[in-house]
């Protein structure tokens, strides 16, 4: 996948490393109003000027899969427990999840709570499960409502998604919110069709990254499986190059930054929804992610945090 | 306050229903796919068709408020946990509030719950409240930020916002949803400063939406406070004038839905924060809100499932 890496990784150092500067990243979009502190670590608001680079972001991956035909749909920042109970992510991911609960008690009940608010105990106890869970990706509540339909037809179907997704992991690094955007889009359908799909998408995510001034790098990935037996699942899924990720120096040269991500799930949808090809063959999916925030970070890191300044190239394909 | 109401707010009977439609308006958009069924009442997706008029009437609000220099600001779905204890929502509406809970556990944990899930046992007791809630209405994260600022200047502020909000209440009406887009300007200052914000905005809600080919009517209205002791405060609420909804028939004729609010909060906020004006007394506040799917499904009701036979005037107002 090397032919991927378009540009060089590694500008060696940071824009604003290079001019000495003291704060951290986040501290600078933090006095910048760029980001708006709430006390919580990866919750955070945005300035309208973030807001207009991610919408000018959103529009790009639309522009970039407009001749496709994807069906668009947009779910809600939350799913239906039962369909998240069936999607198998609490056996990779317990620790990221957020379920919704809620209090379904009396007035009795709702003075003992307003007691315990009052007297700095705990209240949140007796909250029960709700019907809902956020949603850790943008696809998640799409395949059962896929399923719901019936045998794809022969060409595949092919989906536009975009919602916030919520993963439990507080972080000082500013592309680690506990709530985020994703933009996706999701293939289903053989192994040839998704296959190909996932080649396109890697060809066009870094064309477009490129494109926007940002120095990259593609290189196998695997998601972050919980405890010991999640770290076969992890080896697995990088040695049988199932996931890609499209890397940018955002916090630090060393470490740089999944802005996209590029998976072939197998049949792994398929057998756990019942996703059935034209044939009655067990169906693949696989989907490309655009991390909204991620790529909006990437770009105030690189062209910096007044937007007015950036290359005219960059803002021309932004806002045209 | 009955000058407001511009049009005719009983059209005697809903375009469909007139026509002998035997479905119901959820099971219709249902069946013309415009909301996706979760197996989870008031949890819907959206086509594509359906968000056009969402991000429509979203640039309508944007257009009206586009001369008074308001300050963009958007949060994620979820706010602060200290935030929403704080702001007094728990007194009034713990039956609606959404806390979010997370996995604290080690891998045997992780065994346990899977092996409950397995067995259909409550896998979920066990998860812990996070640090964070889901958002109520979209200007509750708005505050503290506000606070934080410092006094007001002499002008006050204004804030224009927009979030995902959580309200947890089932229900078969397609307008009472369980996740939706609130729109918001929010005003803080004076008390004349914050009503003459109001009465403006009441104004120009009447006329978007009557320009929108839609019967309404604005009524004096209450929030709905939980329990016996709520009901003191939904009167008082209601005898001092203190809201205000713009109704449109889209359930029934008989039970209208408030698709926009305007709502003096007095000083509740500006007490609860500690929001001052510039000269030191306890800052006012008042929003007005902007149901969007509210008003989308009004659209839809009034106007038919198809957008391309809208009235050429209302698509003009939307599209250009």
Redesign the interface.
Same mark, same amino acid.
């Given at each position: 996948m090397d032919g991927f890496a378009a540009t060089s990784l590694s500008p060696g150092v940071l824009p604003d490393d290079e001019a000495g500067e003291p704060r951290s990243f986040l501290d600078r979009l933090f006095d910048g109003g760029l980001l708006?502190?709430?006390?919580?670590d990866g %919750?955070?608001?945005?300035?309208?000027a973030?807001?207009s680079v991610v919408e000018a972001v959103d529009r790009l991956a639309t522009g970039l899969g407009a001749e496709d035909g994807a069906? &668009?749909?947009?779910?809600?920042? =939350?799913? *239906?427990?039962? =369909?998240f109970?069936r999607s198998g992510y609490?056996?990779g991911f317990?620790?990221l &999840?957020?379920?919704?609960?809620? $209090?379904?008690?009396n007035?009795a009940d709702?003075a003992n #709570?307003?007691a315990c #608010?009052e007297a700095g105990d705990?209240?949140?106890g007796k909250? @029960? @499960?709700?019907?809902?869970v956020?949603t850790p990706a943008a696809c998640y509540?799409l395949y059962?409502?896929a399923a @719901?339909r019936g045998r794809l037809p022969a060409d595949g179907l092919l989906f536009?998604l975009q919602s916030?997704c919520?993963r439990?992991e507080?972080s000082l690094e500013p592309t680690r919110?506990? %709530?985020?955007r994703m933009r996706e889009y999701v293939r289903m359908g053989s192994p040839e069709q998704v296959l190909a799909f996932r080649e396109m998408w890697l060809e066009r995510g870094t064309a477009m990254m490129a494109g926007l001034g940002l120095p990259l790098a593609v290189d196998p990935a695997n998601d972050p499986f $919980?405890?010991? *037996?999640g770290r076969m699942l992890a080896n697995n899924q990088r040695n049988q190059g199932l996931k890609f990720e499209l890397n940018v120096p955002v916090n630090s040269v060393e470490k740089p930054t999944a802005c996209l991500s590029f998976n072939y799930h197998q049949d792994h949808f398929g057998l756990t929804w019942g996703l059935e090809q034209a044939d009655g063959s067990v169906a693949h999916t696989a989907c490309v992610g655009f991390g909204l925030e991620r790529i909006t970070l990437a770009l105030l890191r690189h062209h910096g945090l007044d937007l007015a300044k950036w290359p005219a190239a960059v803002r021309e394909k932004l806002w045209g």
């Amino acid at each position: 996948m090397d032919g991927f890496a378009a540009t060089s990784l590694s500008p060696g150092v940071l824009p604003d490393d290079e001019a000495g500067e003291p704060r951290s990243f986040l501290d600078r979009l933090f006095d910048g109003g760029l980001l708006i502190r709430t006390g919580v670590d990866g %919750l955070y608001g945005r300035s309208g000027a973030f807001e207009s680079v991610v919408e000018a972001v959103d529009r790009l991956a639309t522009g970039l899969g407009a001749e496709d035909g994807a069906e &668009a749909l947009r779910f809600p920042p =939350a799913m *239906a427990r039962t =369909a998240f109970e069936r999607s198998g992510y609490l056996k990779g991911f317990p620790n990221l &999840a957020g379920t919704v609960h809620c $209090f379904c008690g009396n007035e009795a009940d709702h003075a003992n #709570l307003l007691a315990c #608010l009052e007297a700095g105990d705990d209240w949140t106890g007796k909250q @029960a @499960a709700s019907e809902v869970v956020l949603t850790p990706a943008a696809c998640y509540p799409l395949y059962p409502v896929a399923a @719901a339909r019936g045998r794809l037809p022969a060409d595949g179907l092919l989906f536009d998604l975009q919602s916030y997704c919520f993963r439990h992991e507080p972080s000082l690094e500013p592309t680690r919110m506990q %709530l985020f955007r994703m933009r996706e889009y999701v293939r289903m359908g053989s192994p040839e069709q998704v296959l190909a799909f996932r080649e396109m998408w890697l060809e066009r995510g870094t064309a477009m990254m490129a494109g926007l001034g940002l120095p990259l790098a593609v290189d196998p990935a695997n998601d972050p499986f $919980f405890g010991r *037996a999640g770290r076969m699942l992890a080896n697995n899924q990088r040695n049988q190059g199932l996931k890609f990720e499209l890397n940018v120096p955002v916090n630090s040269v060393e470490k740089p930054t999944a802005c996209l991500s590029f998976n072939y799930h197998q049949d792994h949808f398929g057998l756990t929804w019942g996703l059935e090809q034209a044939d009655g063959s067990v169906a693949h999916t696989a989907c490309v992610g655009f991390g909204l925030e991620r790529i909006t970070l990437a770009l105030l890191r690189h062209h910096g945090l007044d937007l007015a300044k950036w290359p005219a190239a960059v803002r021309e394909k932004l806002w045209g």
